[in-house]
């Protein structure tokens, strides 16, 4: 179990990593997204991006300090909840969340994962 929290942790790092730097970048795509198909402002993404990146160097971190992975991976899982609720709002369906929902699920292994890791270690 212990290894499988830690294997996702990994593409979790590396996936938020980089679509948290396409966001604060300002990756045009990103921008015609935000602005046009979800109808929030550039702002909200660069929050977003930000957010995605600090979670990510969260879960970095969380290889030395395991108490910290439950609460990046939840951060990490509301804001991939929120991302399939934005694409399902803008009618796009769940060919376009899938990445989101992936995302969503993997954080979700992750912290539940890790909650049950440190229970099993207390003393």
Known sequence: MKWLVRILQGLLVLGFLMFGFMKVSGDPTQVEAFNEIYGYGTTFMYV?????????????IGYWRNRLIPIFSGLLAVVMAGAVFTHLKAG???????MPSILLVLALIVLMGQIKLLANNRP
């Open 48 to 60: 977003v991006g930000i957010v995605e990146i600090l979670g990510a160097v969260g879960l970095l």
């Open 92 to 98: 796009q369906g769940f060919g376009v969340a899938g």
